[in-house]
């Protein structure tokens, strides 16, 4: 098994940062992704940012391109999204997960982190 455990997330104001982390543990692998979906009250889960674990690349959604940044720290099992010039409309509970190489869905994920961007 697998357990994520994000952390990092609070209140901002709007064009203020914040950075999550998303610590690993448990059963490990070589070729995974790790991603960070949000949910907003009232509106489906939604992806942000996901980075392949083997080569470092990453994708991002249209909405937080040149404001976040994933990135990761093999050495902690931990990958970080940098949230800089937030807005309102950021505000969800945050979730970090992990899809395992080959698989289609993301497989775990942790109990997400609220974070909430006041104007």
């Known amino acids: 098994q697998v357990q994520l455990v994000e952390s990092g997330g609070g209140l901002v104001q709007a064009g203020g940062s914040l950075r999550l982390s998303c610590a690993a543990s448990?059963?490990?692998?070589?070729?995974?992704?790790m991603g960070w979906f949000r949910q907003a009250p009232g509106k489906e889960r939604e992806f942000v940012a996901a980075?392949?674990?083997?080569?470092?690349?990453?994708t991002y959604a249209d909405s937080v391109k040149g404001r976040f940044t994933i990135s990761r720290d093999d050495a902690k099992n931990t990958v970080y999204l940098q949230m800089n010039s937030l807005k309102p409309e950021d505000s969800a509970v945050y979730y970090c997960?992990?899809?395992?190489?080959?698989?289609?869905?993301?497989?775990?994920w942790g109990q997400g982190t609220q974070v909430t961007v006041s104007s």
């Open positions: 980075i392949r674990m083997n080569d470092g690349i990453t």
């Open positions: 448990g059963r490990t692998f070589t070729s995974h992704t």
């Open positions: 997960a992990l899809r395992r190489f080959g698989d289609s869905r993301y497989n775990y």
